[in-house]
């Protein structure tokens, strides 16, 4: 056990008294990005208002307030979203380097966005590894 004698203690106190402790906002996950973007998008703005009508082809609301269409969470058409889901899909150990078809498919059981297909098929067109499993 470290004891301070008064004078060092208030000398230890003096120079800490400038400093502030700053709490970093933790930064949220790739699907809570998701999640909080899917307001800024019209057309999940439009399901969403809409569930009712949308809800019979299997689109909901979950329980964090997502919208989903059936198991696949909704991603919102922000591009910078979308190009951070591919590389992490595509590099998972369960997938890496399945080509464009296999990866698809496991995209799609947990995501949906408008031309998701066209989007995987560019991705795994650039990735070399693929290129080079694929010769």
């Not at 930064?27 to 809409?50: A, F, K, N, W």
């Not at 591919?86 to 997938?95: K, S, V």
């Not at 995209?107 to 070399?128: A, E, P």
Request: with cysteine.
């Amino acid at each position: 056990m470290v004891t301070l004698s008064r004078s060092n203690a208030t000398e230890l106190t003096a120079m800490l008294e400038h400093l502030t402790l700053e709490q970093e906002e933790p930064t949220p996950t790739l699907v809570e990005r998701v999640i909080m973007g899917q307001p800024s998008d019209p057309l999940l703005t439009r399901y969403r208002d809409c569930i009712e009508e949308y809800g019979p082809k299997g689109y909901h609301i979950d329980e964090k307030g997502a919208l989903r269409l059936g198991n696949q969470l909704c991603v919102p058409g922000d591009q910078a979203v979308r190009q951070e889901i591919i590389p992490e899909a595509h590099q998972t150990r369960l997938t890496i380097h399945l080509g464009a078809s296999k990866m698809y498919q496991e995209l799609c059981r947990w995501y949906t966005w408008l031309r998701i297909k066209i989007d995987v098929v560019g991705f795994v067109g650039r990735c070399l590894t693929c290129q080079q499993v694929k010769a």
